[in-house]
């Protein structure tokens, strides 16, 4: 009898933790075998809930201590098959924690064969200052799946187009 009521209570703490694990799909989770080391994995929050065929805004967030270097333009490579569609002019770059400091986007650049988006700021963002890049009126891939936004940037003053890694979102559809 202490085993069967055991047993029922164990069961129903794990079956009130599957809502809570299930509302939470829109941030990143503890992610093993990803291929990417622990410390490129970047944070992101998908506001809508990141459904396939659906409208959603795509926080991406690095931090500062990324940001080794000022930065003049942001590079966001994604997979081949990724098929949603970016607003590039709903882009927006927010620079500092919390609510942070919005900042005015000179240039954004969609190349759609090359899987690529540049987003280029007004003015330099100085380093160490945490950035969260916002893709809003993003439509989802039609399929689920997990897709890698790789985060590359340039600097001001490099003579040549050098782009650095900075890492990796691991964004996942349902």
């Known amino acids: 009898m ?4 055991s047993a029922v209570a ?3 703490f794990l079956l009130a933790g599957v809502p809570a694990i299930t509302t939470a799909q829109g941030l990143p989770g503890l992610t093993l075998f990803s291929g990417v080391k622990s410390e490129n994995q970047l944070s992101y929050r998908l506001d809508f809930g990141g459904q396939t065929r659906d409208w959603d805004r795509y926080r991406l967030r690095i931090p500062g201590k990324k940001l080794k270097m000022a930065v003049e333009k942001f590079v966001i490579a994604y997979p081949d098959y990724y098929d949603g569609e970016f607003d590039t002019d709903e882009i927006e770059i927010k620079v500092g924690r919390g609510k942070g400091k919005k900042v005015k986007v000179s240039e954004v650049k969609w190349d759609k064969e090359g899987k690529v988006i540049e987003i280029i700021p007004e003015k330099p963002i100085p380093a160490g200052k945490s950035t969260e890049l916002i893709l809003s009126n993003v439509e989802n891939p039609d399929f689920p799946g997990t897709f890698y936004f790789n985060c590359l940037i ?3 003053g490099d003579k040549t187009a050098l782009t650095r890694y900075v890492g990796t979102w691991i964004i996942g559809i349902n």
């Open 154 to 156: 340039q600097s001001p």
């Open 10 to 12: 164990v069961s129903g």
């Open 2 to 5: 202490r085993r069967l009521l």
